[in-house]
């Protein structure tokens, strides 16, 4: 008995030793970076899990937000001439400036600088409709007077481009998609000129130009004003790239893929519209 006491003191004399160690020692301190890894993992598996859980919907909301497409004026929704230019069969026109609503006649008291501009038809349908799937800017080598003359005409209530207009005291040789905050991959340029896109030429849907009015003596054939006709509006190149447009839109949104320039590069859209 005297034996199985002794060793229950040793016991307990024991317990009271790592005791007195635990509460002696100094606390242990945390291990910053485990402690950081296992806070990123933890974090990372709930990320996991909400973004199974949450709808495609929600998952392709990047997708759904509207592109970016790039319109050049001249040649590409309308034609302006100066008055002292115009044939002797085109004379006409300097009259009927009056009435028309595609027609308009500035600096009827300057000579040197009168001129008109002609919007190209199914222009106001076009940038109705490619306003609900796109950015819109307008990018013209003219000047910012120009283009702000153009601009009251066809967007008074800045309605289409808001104030996204670049001019030529911004790029006054080449056009550059640079000067856009843009993804370059979300962005489509129509423009009836291709070289003037020397870095971009794969976001390019090249437009045919459009001549109302007769350009200088050795233009070949008549001109549509001489001629006292237009481009058709329902059959004509506006209307055609606005299909294009909106097919690849469609397709952006249906398809694996963030890069709508594979989206306008099939064969029938090599040629001018």
């Known amino acids: 008995r005297s034996k199985l006491g002794l060793l229950f003191l040793v016991e307990q004399a024991n317990e009271i030793k790592l005791g007195l160690l635990f509460l002696l020692s100094p606390p242990i301190k945390p291990q910053k970076k485990l402690c ?13 899990t909400e973004r199974r859980n949450k709808p495609s919907s ?3 909301e990047e997708k759904k937000k509207k592109l970016h497409l790039v319109l050049d004026l001249d040649h590409t929704l309308l034609h302006t001439i100066y008055v002292s230019e115009l044939s002797k069969r085109e004379r006409y026109l300097i009259e009927e400036a009056e009435s028309r609503v595609d027609l308009w006649r500035f ?11 002609k919007l190209r038809p199914f ?16 990018y013209t080598m003219g000047t910012h007077s120009y283009a ?6 066809i967007d008074p209530d800045k309605v289409y481009f ?25 962005v489509v340029i129509v423009d009836d000129t291709s070289r003037v896109w020397p870095q971009h030429k794969r976001n ?4 045919e130009g459009y001549s109302y009015f007769r ?34 839109h469609r397709r952006f949104q249906e398809v694996d893929s963030n890069d709508l320039r594979l989206l306008i590069r099939e064969p029938c859209t090599q040629c001018c519209f």
Do not use: W
């Open 107 to 117: 600096e009827k008291d300057n000579p040197n600088n009168e001129h008109l501009i």
């Open 58 to 60: 929600c998952l392709n």
């Open 148 to 153: 702000q003359r153009v601009l009251s005409l």
């Open 215 to 248: 350009e200088g003596v050795c233009s070949v054939g008549e001109s549509y004003a001489e001629r006292k006709i237009d481009e058709s509006g329902r059959n004509g190149a506006l209307f055609n790239v606005l299909k294009l447009l909106q097919k690849a």
């Open 204 to 207: 390019l849907l090249k437009i």
């Open 36 to 48: 950081r890894s296992f806070i990123k993992q933890f974090f990372s598996l709930f990320d996991k």
């Open 123 to 138: 222009l106001h349908e076009f940038l109705q409709e490619a306003n609900k799937i796109f950015y819109m800017y307008v």
């Open 162 to 186: 808001g104030d996204r207009v670049i001019t030529r005291e911004k790029s006054p040789r080449m056009k550059t998609l640079d000067l856009l905050s843009a993804d370059k991959r979300r």
